[in-house]
């Protein structure tokens, strides 16, 4: 008998049945090292931390739940809310940039720092005290994607699942960018969960040098939205007693009827008024006869009457000459309306809103209008140049992987029966009729058609006309930044081609006006270089990782098509192409593309994009990178480590000219301090700095100067720091346990006879920080410099070195001291 369940009634349905050996084993094979394969062996279930750690940090993500998913629109927010520094910040105006999906680049408000090193600082606007967020709303189908909000939801998905977001921090007042974070946006794949929610602490590394100078944290949230949530709410948000979906109508006034369109008369104008004279008519008749030889014909018409012996009464009046010449102008403006309507008939006018670097497709419906088979060209020209032929150019084979060079034309008819077959069944394009591809395969555009046959004539257009390649970043709005806004937006006029199908040597017979709207596409990543200027720079750029397949559409009802997103291991773009041709791009091993360019002259930027297919006919594009290179005036300085020297950098009257005051700016305070400014705008201006290095080698520093009036940056420079090691005066073994803070005080004497005021610094920020960068001692007294360890995610045992840095006001005593490191 079954139990009662306590405080219950009597449960009366099934029992459950034990699984057999059978079904147990085939259960256990089929979850494998998952949290319920792992219980149903009697193992335990491993923590989320350790499941992320075993997965290499990445989801294992289902295209089923998100195809099945009913809330289809998105809406992505990023709030920024403390900014942790290793060497402090002392007031500093700062504000965030990111650039995500296909979204323009947009910033936040700006925000003050304060704090001491390590000390966590909320990030707030200076305005307003709110936090620094970043709201999108990908909200409802828009022209760049015809399939509707499925296939941006789609889209969206794979760039949640397979891209990071790139975190820019700016100095307001520097006009430099000092931080870079890297955050995955993976965790934000909903998986038909309404809400997806991810709140993590990542480290803000150097643009220059890729060190870590702090953690910035960050919440992401994905929530799910009804494709028409957004916009009732806003339409609510304008008038609360509207309904939605019902326009608003205005009453008519008081004792007024309602109009009504039926039997409505309309007074035409007359042609010619009558008391216009035959001037006026040949005026309207155009290039007709002038009133000399009007008045000629009249007069020989009298004598031909008067010859005839008929009534000499003049019946020829100017009246009818108006009525003739009214008849004749009806004539003339009904032929040229007759032609316009036909010529309108035979053109259709359509917009192709047309991705970076990614090929648009449409289609051209043409009919044969004879009785007997017929060939037909088909022939594009773009405004404003010359026509050529509807046709893709033979393009250069790829070398090691390179493509060369882009489609000569931008716009041809797809002739190839296997490039047409492929889309065809892809849904891009209609298929050929009776399944013949080869009809568009004669060359030269022709193609035949039988009596009264109809084709849908499949076009593919292909530019790299980015619409915000070099534009600045815009201050987002608080309500949020709509995704079909910003699809509609763009920098880039529109280009305008004429499609004309014409009879082989005949007249023309269809005719299609296309204009071609540019819009932005997802970055993979935007790199951004800092080089002196006029040399001669190599970089080395990996290949873009495995992408799911662009063209799934229901995932798991087909074994061809992937059920995991990320996991299509033959979608990886294999093939690289570079906008700029003075970028040369060659392959480095198997997943490394090398480029080899010349950095431009300070203060100017350069910017191009390295693209990657999928194959060599730019069919689908994988990936595509921004790569920036800013150009700075070189600066060398050697010493050693530990050592403060003094520097002087100057600027020509024509860096400076029109300043009214310039002010320089360093991205690294602790190495670099500004001492003087002297400005002339005669001579120019006068910076003295005094460099410090904290490390050996070779270390970059960048410096900017800012006009105070304007805000711009007149000149940038980098400093190249060249140290060799040190003289250290003590070394100190100390043991630290990983994963904890630990503070640490190191004793100190003042050799000298009198009171000193000593600066203290160390080397590596990111294990330590100093509690008194400022220490006052009497003469030759004693005291302790404290330090502080920060918390080494490590799990295993090991040592590292780290220098502290005592200088004294004057400088005249400097000091080294090296801290030999052990943690367990």
């Not at 009597?10 to 050996?21: D, N, T």
């Not at 074994?559 to 906008?579: F, H, I, N, Q, W």
């Not at 024509?654 to 670099?672: F, N, Q």
């Not at 904890?740 to 006879?753: D, G, H, I, M, W």
């Amino acid at each position: 008998e079954p139990r009662r369940p306590p405080g219950g009634s009597r449960y009366g349905g099934p029992m459950m049945q034990p699984l057999s050996q059978v079904e147990k084993s085939q259960l256990v094979a089929e979850l494998g090292d998952t949290t319920a394969g792992r219980l149903l062996r009697g193992m335990r279930a491993p923590e989320p931390q350790q499941l992320e750690e075993a997965s290499g940090g990445r989801r294992d993500l289902r295209w089923k739940l998100e195809h099945d998913d009913p809330l289809q629109a998105d809406e992505v927010t990023l709030e920024f809310i403390a900014y942790r520094n290793f060497s402090g910040t002392t007031g500093e105006r700062v504000y965030l940039q990111v650039r995500f999906f296909a979204f323009p680049l947009l910033r936040t408000a700006v925000a003050a720092l304060a704090g001491g090193p390590g000390e966590a600082c909320l990030l707030r606007s200076t305005s307003t005290n709110e936090r620094l967020a970043l709201m999108y709303h990908i909200d409802g189908s828009t022209p760049t994607n015809p399939g509707g909000i499925r296939e941006v939801h789609r889209q969206l998905v794979e760039y949640l699942a397979m891209r990071t977001a790139q975190i820019e921090i700016w100095n307001l007042d520097a006009a430099m960018q000092v931080g870079r974070v890297e955050v995955p946006l993976e965790w934000l794949v909903r998986q038909g969960c309404a809400v997806a929610r991810r709140e993590g602490e990542y480290p803000v590394l150097d643009p220059l040098t890729g060190d870590a100078r702090g953690f910035l944290t960050v919440l992401m949230t994905c929530r799910g939205r009804h494709r028409d949530q957004r916009r009732l709410a806003l339409l609510q948000a304008q008038d609360p007693g509207e309904q939605p979906g019902e326009p608003p109508a205005a009453p008519p006034g008081a004792g007024e009827r309602p109009r009504s369109r039926v039997g409505t008369r309309h007074k035409a104008s007359a042609l010619l008024d009558l008391s216009s004279g035959p001037s006026e008519a040949c005026a309207l008749l155009g290039a007709a006869d002038t009133p000399e030889e009007v008045q000629k014909k009249q007069l020989r018409l009298k004598q031909f009457r008067a010859h005839r012996r008929m009534d000499l009464l003049d019946r020829f009046t100017d009246h009818t000459a108006l009525l003739s010449a009214a008849e004749d102008v009806r004539q003339e403006r009904k032929r040229t309306e007759i032609a316009r309507r036909m010529e309108q008939f035979n053109t259709t006018k359509r917009t192709v809103h047309a991705q970076f670097a990614t090929p648009a497709y449409f289609h051209i419906e043409f009919e044969n209008p004879y009785s007997q088979q017929s060939v037909f060209s088909v022939v594009i020209a773009e405004r404003g140049s010359q026509a050529y032929e509807a046709v893709s150019a033979p393009q250069a084979a790829p070398v090691q992987g390179v493509l060369l060079s882009p489609p000569a034309q931008p716009m041809y008819l797809l002739s190839d029966p296997e490039q047409w077959r492929r889309l065809a069944t892809a849904r891009l394009v209609p298929p050929a009729p009776a399944g013949d591809f080869a009809r568009l395969a004669l060359g030269r555009g022709l193609f035949m058609l039988s009596p009264r046959e109809s084709i849908s004539l499949p076009f593919r257009y292909l530019a790299f006309d980015h619409p915000s390649s070099e534009a600045e970043a815009q201050t987002a709005p608080g309500s949020g930044t709509s995704f079909v806004d910003c699809a509609l937006a763009g920098a880039v006029a529109d280009r305008h081609f004429v499609i004309e199908v014409v009879l082989h040597q005949g007249p023309v017979l269809r005719r299609a006006e296309v204009a071609i709207r540019a819009q932005r596409c997802p970055l993979a990543e935007c790199l951004r270089l800092f080089e002196p200027e006029g040399t001669a720079v190599e970089k080395v750029l990996p290949l873009p990782q495995t992408r799911p397949n662009e063209l799934f559409a229901a995932a798991g009802l087909s074994e061809s098509r992937p059920t995991l997103v990320g996991k299509d291991a033959g979608a990886a773009g294999r093939y690289a192409m570079c906008v700029d041709k003075e970028v040369h791009v060659s392959r480095r091993g198997e997943d490394e593309l090398l480029l080899r360019f010349l950095a431009p002259q300070s203060p100017q930027v350069r910017a191009f994009f390295v693209v990657f297919y999928a194959d060599v006919h730019f069919t689908r594009c994988t990936a595509v990178h921004m790569v920036e290179v800013q150009g700075m005036r070189g600066e060398y300085v050697r010493t050693l480590v530990g050592q403060s020297i003094d520097r002087t950098i100057s600027l020509l009257p024509a860096d400076v000219h029109g300043a009214s005051s310039v002010g320089l700016y360093t991205s690294h305070p602790e190495k670099v301090v500004v001492r003087q400014v002297q400005m002339d705008p005669s001579f120019g201006a006068r910076f003295g700095i005094t460099v410090t290095a904290l490390q050996m080698g070779q270390s970059c520093c960048r410096l900017h100067a800012i006009d105070a009036g304007t805000g711009k940056c007149v000149a940038s420079m980098l400093l190249s720091v060249s140290a060799d090691p040190p003289v250290v005066k003590f070394a100190h073994d100390i043991t630290l346990p990983v994963l904890t803070a630990v503070r640490k005080q190191l004793p100190f004497r003042n050799e000298s006879p009198k009171d000193v005021t000593y600066s203290v610094r160390c080397s590596d920020p990111a294990i330590a920080s100093v509690r008194t960068p400022q220490l006052a001692l009497s003469a030759l007294a004693e005291g302790f410099i404290e330090l502080l360890f920060h918390a080494i995610p490590a799990t295993l045992a090991y040592s590292a070195e780290m220098y502290v840095f005592i200088t004294s006001d004057d400088r005249i005593i400097q000091e080294t001291r090296v801290l030999r490191l052990r943690y367990t």
